[in-house]
């Protein structure tokens, strides 16, 4: 959705005082809507856009003054109501989709499965199936709505060199789509350490906006932060590094309602567990708080793998079975 359709009143250029040299450092910084200045904290607009701050607050206030009707106070019916046409995209499984949606939708029509508007994050031991499930996302974002896609194009940030564009094609010929379609509505960025991996998220914003992007994949968001910060020294700006990119990508979350973001991230295994489950995600609790849902995968017989939901604002501590065949996500 451009910013004209989206904000068909009011954009960037309507703001008082803000000239084209304004304008340009605003969208080179990602702040590309009125919804994203009004939600942009002052400090980012100062380091990063590089205006006074009375200006970056004076502005700030026009831009929440002019966006108040969808960022004002609503009661919890109205929540209810817009969270009914919630984006979503189909994972595969149907059992992994009614996962992660919850039992409250009682529609046979409704298609459930990712949910825009938020944060999911994948994470368990390798071949756990947390890259095919992004690889799936890729190609389902494409589907019609009616098959449970958003007709839109995915943006894949690869961290460990581990998105493979024949796996694509697999996806894509099983579900009688034209591979090559499919390929070029997927834009791939390569993230060689972690300030890479931090620039191109605040650039998403752009890559978004110009492509029609429904589904953001960052796989994984971990890797690089744990070969770069070693060590208990390390421990306290590591922290912070983390908080500032989940609250990027949270903000994406916020700016572009249709957008589903999902991520994936690392375990390791604790060996003086002796009761219950060894296995501990990584980035401790910046990233478990930041998450809005958390599965954890885990490894079944043969093809079989189970997603576990491990928090989720209101969706149940329960399990559900699915596959990786060589077409995909199944049940």
């Known amino acids: 959705m451009s910013e004209d359709e989206e904000f068909p009143k009011y954009g960037l250029k309507d703001l008082p005082g803000v000239g084209d040299a304004t304008l340009k450092k605003l969208r080179d910084a990602g702040i590309l809507t009125l919804k994203a200045l009004a939600i942009c904290p002052i400090g980012k607009i100062v380091n990063e856009v590089g205006?006074?701050?009375?200006?970056?607050?004076?502005?700030?206030k026009v831009a929440l003054d002019l966006e108040s009707p969808s960022l004002g106070a609503k009661n919890a019916r109205e929540l209810f109501e817009s969270r009914k046409d919630l984006s979503r995209i189909t994972s595969g499984g149907t059992e992994l989709d009614k996962l992660l949606s919850g039992t409250c939708?009682?529609?046979?029509?409704?298609?459930?499965?990712f949910e825009a508007g938020s944060l999911t994050e994948l994470f368990g031991e390798f071949r756990t199936g947390k890259t095919q499930i992004c690889h799936q996302l890729c190609v389902n974002v494409q589907?019609?709505?009616?098959?449970?896609?958003?007709?839109?194009?995915?943006?894949?940030?690869?961290?460990?060199?581990?998105?493979?564009?024949?796996?694509?094609?697999?996806?894509?010929?099983?579900?009688?789509?034209?591979?090559?379609?499919?390929?070029?509505?997927?834009?791939?960025?390569?993230?060689?350490?972690s300030d890479h991996q931090i620039l191109l998220v605040k650039e998403a914003p752009k890559i978004i906006s110009e492509h029609g992007i429904k589904v953001l994949v960052l796989d994984n968001l971990i890797s690089h932060f744990k070969a770069e910060y070693l060590g208990r020294g390390n421990l306290r700006l590591l922290r912070s590094l983390l908080r500032s990119h989940l609250t990027d990508l949270l903000s994406l979350a916020n700016t572009f309602q249709d957008l589903v973001i999902v991520y994936t991230n690392q375990v390791r295994i604790r060996h003086n567990v002796f009761y219950g489950d060894p296995i501990r995600h990584l980035g401790g609790h910046i990233v478990a708080h930041l998450?809005?849902?958390?599965?954890?995968?885990?490894?079944?017989?043969?093809?079989?793998?189970?997603?576990?939901i491990v928090k989720s604002p209101y969706l149940p501590d329960d399990y559900a079975i699915f596959s990786i065949q060589e077409g995909g996500i199944r049940d």
């Open 51 to 60: 205006l006074g701050e009375k200006t970056a607050e004076k502005i700030i």
């Open 143 to 193: 589907l019609p709505y009616d098959q449970g896609g958003l007709e839109g194009k995915a943006y894949y940030i690869d961290t460990d060199n581990s998105f493979r564009p024949e796996r694509i094609i697999q996806m894509a010929e099983e579900l009688y789509l034209d591979y090559n379609k499919v390929l070029n509505n997927v834009i791939v960025s390569r993230a060689y350490n």
């Open 105 to 113: 939708h009682k529609n046979d029509d409704f298609h459930g499965g």
């Open 291 to 308: 998450s809005t849902t958390r599965v954890y995968l885990r490894k079944g017989k043969g093809e079989q793998r189970i997603a576990h």
